[in-house]
């Protein structure tokens, strides 16, 4: 019996441990694709709860929030644009979903389409792209902002930010 105990104390913690993580795994159910959003209207995005489609880092910040939103009803969610744009390439839907971003300006939802991009904000994964509602003479447009997107022509280029910020 003696040899046996300690043998029993290492499963017990192994078995409280497993259970601690698999609790804590299933209480904090991510959301990374919604479905069901025929409308195709930005989704209400609670902090701590969505997961970039991405990067897959959790969205803690609203400020340069997207959505792209298909003709079915499903909702990928996305904490900077220029991942979005990333993410979005490949798709056959690129051309045909609506894609929602925060505006800077007004704070509210728009078509990214419609929107202006600053060259040099600071965004969650650094590429800059950050989007507006009201155009300023250094903002350009989404074909624009997708090119130099796609291109590798955003502040995580070194090249890129030492032209446009001077660093």
Known sequence: MKKIAPFLVVVSIVIVIVGIFL?????????VVSKGNIDQIPINVELGKFQDSD?????????????V??????SWFFHDHGGLIKWLEDK??????VIWVM????????DARDAFYSLT???AMGYGFGAYENK?????????????MLR??????????????GI
């Open 23 to 31: 609790s804590l795994a299933s209480s904090k159910k991510m959301i």
């Open 55 to 67: 990067c897959g880092m959790v969205i803690n910040d609203l400020t340069d929030i997207s959505q």
């Open 69 to 74: 939103i298909t003709k079915n009803g499903k």
């Open 92 to 97: 056959e839907f690129k051309d045909s979903a």
């Open 103 to 110: 505006s800077r300006d007004t704070k509210k939802y728009i």
């Open 121 to 123: 904000d600071k965004t």
């Open 136 to 148: 300023k003479d250094s903002y350009i447009n989404f074909d624009t902002m997708r090119l130099k």
């Open 152 to 165: 590798g022509e955003t502040l995580k280029n070194p090249l890129i930010k030492k032209q446009l910020l």
